[in-house]
């Protein structure tokens, strides 16, 4: 996607003025103290534990599912540190659209940038393997400090919030690629690039195959195995976390993948996904567990989540 200005005249009607309201409350939060992000993101997660009930089932029933040797106790905890997770995300996104570098710069660690630079060198480009942790909006800024990188973007619901969005990211990235325009990203491997993309989210069926994550079967996309065999391109995956006591965040970058893409897809996507829930274990409060991971279930399985409250309406 090319650069563009912002449309403002497009957004003034009546009905974009909360999301207004909002991006304004945001853009406050990314000059008050980083501690002060954290501490204000957590209540607005606590809050969204509260009143977001169709969510908090969603993450009930993930949890319940992936984590089957918690009690029912500890499960629920870390449902609820997961919404503090998931509020503090408003307060990086707010951070990583309008933060300087300077801000930025302080919260960065990272380790193995050596492997990126030395694909590179080589001429074939790279593929970051990520995924939907909730650090994901701004390990990408952070990222874009030290190494230029195209990212793709998932296309938001309200208007004015997609348009904001992709405007901060074409300030740190180029390009900018929708998640379903693997023809773009093909281009920009080609060029020896760097394409930064996570493949873990239920896409339905098209170009997925049903393989295990977390011991349930996941509709998986194909999408870095394909792209990596017609580039020639090495995946490298790519992890984020967010550290205590307000130190920041420790992005790694881990050595590609040796023999991938395989001879067998399927094999293929269950290593990728053993990597990513290797590293979910570690800090699970940090994935999107509020996905639908498991929307999309093989012929004859129940569905595991209740219609979303606006479509049963409808219906």
Not at 68 to 74: D, V
Request: aromatic share 10%; charged share 25%.
């Amino acid at each position: 996607m090319s650069k563009q200005s912002f449309p403002w005249q497009d957004y003034l009607a009546p009905k974009f003025w909360p999301s207004w309201l909002g991006l304004a409350g945001m853009r406050i939060l990314a000059v008050l103290p980083f501690r002060i992000q954290l501490l204000t993101g957590k209540i607005i997660g606590h809050l969204f534990y509260r009143i977001a009930r169709y969510r908090r089932e969603i993450a009930q029933t993930n949890i319940r599912l992936c984590f089957p040797e918690l009690t029912p106790e500890k499960q629920e905890k870390l449902v609820r540190d997961h919404f503090h997770s998931i509020g503090i995300t408003i307060s990086e996104t707010a951070l990583s659209w309008w933060g300087s570098d300077k801000q930025l710069n302080k919260l960065l660690h990272i380790e193995g940038l050596e492997y990126l630079q030395a694909e590179i060198q080589k001429g074939n480009g790279a593929i970051l393997l990520g995924a939907h942790y909730t650090t994901l909006e701004i390990s990408g800024s952070l990222l874009s400090l030290v190494q230029a990188v195209a990212v793709t973007y998932q296309e938001l619901r309200n208007p004015l919030f997609n348009q904001v969005m992709i405007n901060a990211r074409q300030r740190k990235f180029e390009p900018v690629i929708s998640r379903h325009d693997i023809r773009s990203m093909i281009k920009v491997l080609r060029a020896n690039k760097i394409v930064w993309f996570a493949t873990d989210q239920d896409s339905g069926t098209k170009n997925t195959l049903f393989v295990p994550f977390f011991n349930q079967l996941a509709a998986t996309q194909t999408a870095s195995p394909r792209m990596a065999k017609i580039t020639k391109a090495p995946v490298l995956p790519f992890i984020s976390r967010r550290l205590d006591n307000a130190r920041g965040y420790q992005i790694t970058i881990l050595p590609p993948l040796e023999n991938f893409p395989g001879d067998d897809m399927e094999q293929d996507i269950i290593r990728t996904n053993q990597i990513i829930e290797a590293h979910v274990r570690k800090t699970p409060e940090q994935y999107l567990w509020i996905h639908r991971r498991f929307k999309t279930r093989p012929e004859g399985m129940p569905k595991l989540y209740r219609k979303k409250p606006r479509r049963a309406k409808k219906q």
